[in-house]
């Protein structure tokens, strides 16, 4: 039985308060709006004492279901039990960073991308595309007047607009501080982001494949998930984690007829990357199934709308771009700059002629990260007829619309980190891998980590 609704204010004034308190403690607080409107939060003294009088009150004048139980109960019970889930979601990402600390320290990095300090812990989350996302977190979209540059225009806005908000939180936008602490701080900011939506995303799975009929297997995909060696970018400022939450929540929503939801996590979806748009064609396929099981009934039309909500995010920033640069698709024009732009079949065909002219082994040998991108690749789809077989052809469609249109685009470059994201595989693989199987499945993934 839930307490009184005084009770639950209280509960809510006295986290609010102490979360407040310690952000003013750890971070130095915050100034909100300009001078002579401005508010200012720097003490956390002040915080800390509400919440600690709001406590006391709450608990001398109710002092059943404290509020620790409480915490505890919606942990484990009102979110279905996923505490463990969570836990186990935020330990492995926080692995990951450990791992890649000490191995900058006793190897150091081949190619470190770029640097905002010569602290390694503090340089560890700046790699390659993550100073693109804080480029437009902190100055946002610029066009240089022609598209065989690289440009930010090429990276959607969703994560780098959220990655400016974590950057608030831990201090980035702090009154003096320089420019290299700034960065720092804002693409740590980045990572917690990464890390809680890895986590959040974590949930969905299991839900998403208990309802699947996973079972007690279900543990088990979020496990080869979190373990999956393209993982790393989980741990990253990279908008894989949002882009895996958001496609993930949008598909389990949709399945479950909530159409608001379902639409309003695919409009993300189509905002964090391009290839996010394609989700509508699997949540088509999920309308066609619920179709042809029970007709088209009621709600066809907000069915629609949640279907098509990724495209839409996809074609409100093209429209964005076309302010910006006077083309729609400027995005993807930019692209080319990164040796991106559609091949078609040649793509493919001239690996394989590589490959058979020069021989597989010397190919491999020759191209490290292409070939643990192209073993990404026959992985997923080599799993695409268990994904077919166990769950369905909506499921199955998101292995195509993720790997076909990069592929066809830029061959193998990135293709581990489009498939990371792939749930479906994930949960198929529990289903079909033995129980004996799933610890040594667990360590060939972990340990076959590849650089980022």
Not at 83 to 104: C, E, H, N, S
Request: aromatic share 14%; with cysteine.
């Amino acid at each position: 039985m839930n307490p009184p609704r005084w009770v639950r204010l209280f509960d809510g004034l006295t986290v609010a308060a102490l979360l407040l308190g310690l952000f003013e403690l750890f971070f130095g607080g915050f100034v909100l709006g300009t001078p002579p409107f401005d508010l200012q939060l720097r003490d956390p003294w002040g915080p800390l004492f509400v919440a600690g009088a709001a406590a006391a009150i709450r608990h001398a004048a109710h002092p059943n279901r404290p509020l620790h139980e409480r915490i505890v109960h919606l942990l484990h019970v009102s979110s279905g039990g996923l505490a463990g889930v969570v836990g186990g979601a935020i330990g492995t990402r926080a692995a990951v960073l450990i791992v890649a600390y000490f191995a900058v320290l006793l190897v150091g990095t081949v190619r470190p991308g770029f640097q905002v300090s010569g602290d390694p812990l503090f340089n560890l989350p700046a790699r390659y595309d993550a100073g693109w996302y804080a480029d437009i977190a902190i100055d946002g979209y610029a066009f240089q007047g022609r598209f065989d540059r690289q440009q930010n225009l090429a990276f959607f806005p969703a994560f780098p607009m959220l990655m400016r908000v974590a950057g608030f939180v831990v201090g980035a936008d702090g009154h003096g501080v320089s420019d290299e602490r700034r960065d720092g701080r804002l693409l740590w900011g980045g990572t917690l982001l990464s890390i809680l939506a890895f986590a959040w995303a974590a949930t969905y799975v299991l839900r998403l494949a208990t309802d699947a009929g996973g079972g007690e297997r279900a543990f088990d995909a979020v496990a080869l998930l979190s373990a999956y060696p393209f993982a790393v970018f989980f741990s990253a400022p990279y908008s894989e984690s949002l882009f895996l939450l958001s496609s993930v929540a949008a598909f389990y929503y949709y399945r479950r007829g909530q159409w608001i939801a379902s639409g309003a996590w695919g409009l993300v979806v189509g905002l964090t990357r391009p290839n996010g748009c394609f989700l509508s064609i699997a949540l088509a396929l999920l309308l066609l199934e619920r179709v042809r099981a029970s007709g088209w009934g009621r709600g066809l039309a907000a069915s629609l709308a949640a279907a098509a909500a990724p495209g839409v995010g996809m074609l409100a920033y093209s429209a964005y771009v076309k302010h910006l640069t006077g083309a729609w698709f400027g995005w993807a024009h930019v692209q080319e700059a990164w040796g991106r732009s559609y091949g078609g079949a040649d793509v493919v065909a001239g690996g394989v002629s590589w490959a058979a002219n020069q021989g597989l082994i010397r190919v491999l040998a020759a191209r490290p990260l292409d070939a643990l991108n192209g073993a990404a690749l026959v992985f997923v789809l080599a799993m695409a007829w268990p994904v077919w077989r166990r769950l369905g052809p909506a499921w199955a469609a998101l292995i195509v619309v993720n790997v076909l249109p990069p592929l066809l685009a830029g061959g193998l470059m990135s293709m581990g980190r489009f498939t990371s994201t792939i749930f479906p595989v994930f949960i198929a693989l529990a289903m079909v891998l033995p129980k004996r199987a799933m610890a040594p499945t667990l360590a060939v993934f972990a340990t076959w980590r590849p650089l980022f």
